[in-house]
């Protein structure tokens, strides 16, 4: 052999030793068994949901609400700054318009400066500009740059939550992370698991914890409280549905209850600290829990609670009153939440301790692969690649004789290069994947046919076989870059617009086709290399 | 072995007959879309829900349909799905419709609604017993630990983890996911007579198993298509870009057009034999456009070689020979890759019939259309502007040709 030949052997064969560490890991002593080599194998090709089994959900944000929430509170806090004894500025109205606007009207004109200078003190994320057809009235804009910022904290602070809650399942590698596909989308893979109600369950589950003011209530349907108020809803409440408390004895148990509350709550979920479950003190044998607020969010409860002792706080959440208890004396950090079973209260617990959603979420998408699905398809997806792989070696070798030989070496190795490759770069095989591997065998075929039906037409043309060879590779080397340039091109746009599984395929495709450069280009002539040298350079080629 | 050695078939004189077969071709996919009434969206993109189930003992599809009928699905559709390695058999696609203004919540129903047809029509379970082709490996194992036929005592928990977890991997891997009879599980180690007896009394035997449920909300089929479409455009643009890089602009714009009429004629035929379009199916076409790009680059490529070789031949002559000298090459490339998706057509299973029709299709279109459509195009341009037009631009990208052709002869030097 040749210093050449010898140089590519080595290289070639110091790769496939490397391939093959990477999808067995080394040799032990004693022998590694074939049920190693296959887990060792299981272990390093990651399997997508679709293989695998399990549960893929997409899930939508709904950050606007956190927005909406940020402008409720500043109407809130401005109304009140506006009647503070301190500024007393008259005004007719302090109404919100949108998610990002407030309108404040009929401000007497001698008090624009002073509304001016409150605003600016007060809300540093807020312009105001006068407000357009209005004399004496003004437009307060929170700034775009704070909008965003709530959206994307909303939208960081949801995906923790969820990732926290889902680790509390136990279940393996669940993947939670941002989907850059639409707006404020989080995708939510969970291998494994087959039943997703589980899962929504502890996802959805107390989206979002309220307290807030009880202005009336309860009552025993929508109806019986507008008539009540008159048909008309006093200004910043609404009407809120929640769980009847226990009837006492000789009333008819309710199975609803509706309460008017506080449109702003006190403190909401993000102002939690710690949630715990301990025996209920009211009524023996069930459960209590008990919570700790943040400092900001005692720094408002306290003084709230001072004012309001004797009046009823509903606790709500996702938008239901669980109860509403008696304001007995100020509250700083610490309070109870009374009367539930045990299972209620640990889930409840977990919940606040988990952290509540800032916003509540919505399902876009939810696929569900079981288990025996993946299997068979992982079963087909073999045994549709080794059918095409024999076939095609097959018939390589009765058309082209000894250099079929030599195809279906490079086709080998060529699958060994795709899928240590795969393993090494922690890609992840979908049932789309093992169609790109088929797809490569036929790519890897295509490359060989190119480069050996070249040798033969120069071989016709009366060249000695070496130089046959050598102009055959040279020739044939520009059309299989340009052939893979085009397909890795539709590849890079798949990847880059697919999700999952489709990107699963471009992944491998696109490997598939640079470990071909390697194998039909070096390895292949490597092989004819060594056949000249070994049957002289003059000998005939069997092509 | 040699096929098609030194044909020489006058190819460009035959562009009109070529030209009637595409314009043929074209006209029956625009009938199949006009027929079915465009073309027909997987749930991907457009949202919806569909169930995927095996049952132990096939029903008739009427049967399926009327007892979904009975729930207020009449309106489903039911396909079989089929296999030749006989593991899709007993196997039914059930794909409820979306209604306009549908959300998540509602699509959630109706996947609800079908297992509860389902189980209400094919299934007779037993009182106070668990289904044991729908049991997770957590009820298993606690049926298994409350009834302790291994005789462990308290501490065995981790014990019947694992057997539990063996005997549904068994169920699944071995079984498609539904077992027939218990008696099968004597083939799991570590099943005894008492274990067997644990799970007959805490179990039966559901007639049917959920292989797959998905739940599209309509927005995200919006979102889906609009990033396919733009996919797909931006694939074929780019390749138009390296084609136009590598070697002219016009043999770029043929390619493209020959590949665009592909895919028109390939999602024709899709369209006619009923099947719809879904996510996989697009990542088909995109190869099918690398593939057949590929055939064509194959003849373009030595064109522009003979173009150089070959000065004073007429255009029409160069590209007959050059479509001749790679003709084996395009038969035995296609044929053998066409035998590849064949393969993966009859074995692949349900999951990528559409993926694989695709290519099958498009492969034979693709070749078809590398030798009769692609060239003939250049060479109508080429005629249309003079001759002229093609060597004079070759000659405005001289470099480029000459470095290859330079780089060509010192390999052919080595």
């Known amino acids: 052999m040749s210093t050449t030949v010898k140089t590519r052997v080595f290289l070639i064969l110091a790769l496939t030793l490397l391939s093959l560490f990477g999808l067995f890991g080394l040799p032990k002593f004693p022998p590694t068994s074939w049920q190693d080599l296959r887990e060792n194998f299981e272990n390093r090709i990651k399997l997508g949901l679709d293989l695998r089994g399990g549960t893929h959900m997409v899930l939508q944000v709904q950050v606007e609400e956190a927005v909406h929430l940020e402008c409720d509170r500043t109407v809130d806090r401005l109304t009140d700054l506006l009647r503070d004894p301190a500024h007393n500025i008259p005004f007719e109205e302090v109404r919100k318009l949108d998610s990002t606007h407030i309108l404040i009207r009929n401000v007497p004109a001698d008090q624009a400066g002073t509304l001016r200078s409150l605003v600016s003190d007060n809300f540093p994320g807020w312009d105001l500009g006068p407000a357009p057809g209005e004399a004496n009235s003004y437009t307060l804009t929170m700034r775009a740059t704070v909008a965003a910022q709530i959206r994307r904290d909303t939208m960081r602070q949801s995906i923790e939550t969820i990732r926290r809650r889902i680790d509390a399942l136990g279940l393996t590698e669940p993947t939670i992370a941002e989907h850059g596909r639409g707006e404020n989308e989080i995708l939510v893979q969970l291998p494994g698991e087959g039943d997703p109600a589980r899962a929504k369950a502890v996802i959805q589950a107390g989206g979002q914890l309220e307290l807030r003011l009880v202005r009336g209530g309860p009552y025993r349907t929508q109806a019986e409280a507008l008539a009540q108020m008159g048909g008309v809803l006093p200004v910043g409440t609404e009407l809120v549905r929640g769980r009847a408390e226990r009837a006492n004895p000789g009333e008819p148990q309710l199975s609803e209850v509706w309460w008017l509350l506080d449109r702003t709550p006190v403190v909401t979920g993000r102002d939690l600290r710690t949630a715990t479950v301990g025996p209920s003190t009211r009524s023996p044998g069930r459960y209590a829990v008990h919570f700790t607020l943040s400092r900001d969010g005692a720094a408002r409860f306290g003084p709230f609670t001072e004012a309001n002792v004797g009046q009823r706080l509903a606790v709500v959440l996702e938008g239901r009153t669980y109860n509403a208890p008696v304001i007995n004396s100020r509250i700083d950090d610490q309070g109870v939440i009374e009367e539930f079973s045990q299972q209620e209260a640990q889930d409840l617990a977990l919940v606040l301790r988990a952290g509540a959603l800032p916003a509540s979420i919505r399902y876009l998408e939810e696929r569900v692969v079981g288990p025996s699905l993946g299997a068979d398809s992982i079963r087909q997806g073999f045994i549709a690649s080794v059918l095409s792989l024999i076939l095609v070696m097959i018939l390589m070798l009765l058309y082209y004789k000894k250099a079929g030989i030599n195809a279906s070496v490079g086709l080998l190795l060529n699958l060994v290069l795709l899928l240590a490759a795969l393993a090494y770069f922690g890609a992840v095989l979908t049932l789309p994947g093992i169609a790109g591997v088929i797809l490569t065998i036929g790519m890897a075929v295509d490359s060989n046919v190119l480069v050996f039906e070249r040798i033969r037409e120069e071989l016709r043309l009366g060249k000695a076989p070496a130089s046959a060879v050598d102009t055959g590779f040279s020739r044939a080397f520009l059309t299989i870059i340009d052939t893979h340039v085009t397909t890795i091109v539709s590849c890079l746009f798949l990847f880059l617009f697919g999700t999952g599984p489709i990107r699963g395929f471009a992944i491998t495709l696109t490997i598939g086709l640079l470990t071909n450069l390697v194998t039909a280009i070096y390895v292949s002539r490597t092989i004819f290399l060594w056949q000249l040298e070994r049957a002289g350079r003059q000998a005939a080629l069997s092509i | ?414």
């Open chain 2, 1 to 414: 072995m040699q096929i098609l050695h030194n044909v020489n078939i006058d190819w460009l004189g035959k562009t009109k007959y070529f030209l009637a077969i595409s314009a043929l071709l074209l006209l029956v996919s625009g009938w199949a879309w006009y027929s079915q009434g465009g073309l027909r969206y997987g749930i991907d993109f457009r949202g919806g829900t569909v169930v995927y189930v095996r049952f132990a003992e096939m029903p008739g599809v009427d049967q399926i349909r009327a007892a979904l009928a009975q729930r207020g699905l009449g309106n489903s559709i039911i396909q079989q799905s089929w296999d030749l390695t006989g593991a899709s058999t007993n196997e039914v696609v059930i794909q409820l419709e979306l209604q306009a203004e549908d959300e998540v919540e509602a699509l959630e129903a109706g996947k609800e609604a079908i297992l509860a047809a389902l189980r209400g029509a094919f299934d007779r379970p037993e009182p106070n017993k668990q289904d044991f082709n729908a049991a997770t490996p957590d009820a298993v194992a606690a049926a298994l630990a409350r009834r302790d036929p291994l005789g462990l005592g308290p501490a065995a928990g981790e014990r019947y983890n694992e057997l539990a977890e063996a005997v549904l991997t068994f169920r699944d891997r071995e079984r498609s996911g539904l077992l027939t009879a218990f008696e099968e599980l004597r083939q799991v180690e570590g099943i005894n007579d008492a274990a067997l007896a644990a799970l007959r009394e805490q179990f039966y035997l559901g007639r049917f198993a959920v292989r797959s449920a998905e739940i599209v909300g309509p927005r995200v089929g919006q979102q889906l298509r609009q990033q396919a479409v733009l996919a797909t455009l931006y694939a074929l643009a780019g390749m138009l870009v390296y084609i136009a890089f590598r070697f002219e602009w016009v043999y770029g714009a043929a390619a493209v057009a020959a590949v665009v009429h592909d895919v028109l004629i390939t999602l024709g035929f899709f369209t006619l034999f009923n099947y719809e379009l879904s996510l996989t199916v697009i990542a088909a076409l995109l190869t099918l456009v690398g593939y057949s790009m590929n055939d064509t680059i194959v003849i373009f490529d030595r064109m522009r070689e003979n173009l150089r070789l070959m000065r004073r031949e007429p255009l029409a002559e160069i590209a007959n020979r050059s479509i001749n000298q790679t003709l084996s090459r395009t038969v035995l490339t296609s044929g053998l890759t066409f035998l590849v998706v064949l393969i993966l057509f009859l074995f692949g299973g349900e999951v990528l019939r559409g993926f694989s029709f695709v290519l099958v299709v498009g492969i034979l279109v693709g070749t078809y259309s590398s030798v009769g459509i692609a060239a003939a195009m250049v060479v109508g341009w080429a005629n249309w502007r003079g001759r002229g037009a093609l060597t004079g631009s070759a000659a405005g990208g001289p470099r480029k040709t000459e470095i290859t052709d330079r780089r060509l002869a010192t390999a052919g030097r080595r």
